[in-house]
């Protein structure tokens, strides 16, 4: 079975300052997915990553993929309050089927 | 465009009684997948549908749990009879295409969830 592995499980920063969160997968695959999921709600895609060497941006975050490393980062920029929420990565393994990792729970402090 | 939509949003029932979830997907997505989610812990899978065949089941405790989807559209997850284990949130999601179509960007859509709490 694919297993999906993120670090840190629990983040806590200030708001300003710039951190990576790192998802590690165990099997080959060339698609990876980052979601946002806020206290209560539902998961809401942030990136597709479909090849090695993706690279994609919105606003204060940036996904990217390396295959090779069976790897995938999220940095944050400049965090601000309203980035605080968890932030899953998922591994599209055989079949269209999703594997989710462990989430890592972000809290930026004013 | 509406979302994926999930009925009940909250549920709180005693152990041994069957619940029902419901789910409507977007409109023309052929895939639609039931995942149930515990606290703290990313989603797992528990069974996914293209069209109206579950293709995908193998981690549905097959005992208890049911699925259906008639008509390769609406889909009804069911828990019977329920054990306090099986609380946590209940998540529908869909996606354009099937396996064998694949888009190279598909992604998966959530609905907002149905919490179940089995006391």
């Known amino acids: 079975e694919l297993k999906v592995e993120q670090n840190p499980l629990f983040l806590s920063m200030q708001e300003g300052k710039n951190y990576t969160i790192y998802c590690n997968y165990s099997?080959?695959?060339?698609?990876l997915y980052w979601y946002r999921q806020d206290p209560g709600k539902s998961l809401e895609s942030l990136f597709v990553?479909?090849?090695?060497?993706a690279v994609k941006q919105e606003g204060r975050l940036m996904a990217s993929l390396d295959t090779k490393a069976r790897l995938s980062t999220l940095h944050i920029t400049a965090a601000v309050h309203d980035l605080s929420a968890t932030y899953f990565c998922?591994?599209?393994?055989?079949?269209?089927?999703?594997?989710f990792g462990t989430g890592t729970s972000l809290t930026v402090i004013p | 465009e509406a979302g994926v939509v999930q009925s009940p949003r909250y549920k709180i029932i005693e152990k041994k009684q069957p619940v029902a979830f419901w789910c409507n997907p977007i409109?023309?997505?052929?895939?639609l997948y039931w995942y149930r989610q515990n606290l703290g812990q990313g989603p797992e899978l528990l069974i996914r549908?293209?069209?109206?065949?579950?293709?995908?089941d193998s981690q549905l405790p097959k005992d208890r749990f049911s699925a259906e989807r008639l008509k390769g559209v609406d889909s009804t997850l069911k828990i019977q009879p329920a054990e306090l284990g099986d609380s946590a949130v209940y998540l529908c999601?869909?996606?354009?295409?099937?396996?064998?179509?694949?888009?190279?960007?598909?992604?998966?859509?959530f609905g907002p969830g149905t919490r179940l709490t089995v006391l």
């Open positions: 999601a869909s996606s354009p295409s099937t396996s064998g179509g694949r888009q190279k960007t598909d992604t998966q859509y």
């Open positions: 099997t080959t695959s060339d698609r």
């Open positions: 990553l479909l090849s090695n060497g």
């Open positions: 998922a591994v599209d393994g055989a079949g269209n089927q999703f594997y």
């Open positions: 409109s023309g997505h052929n895939t």
């Open positions: 549908y293209e069209n109206e065949e579950a293709v995908d």
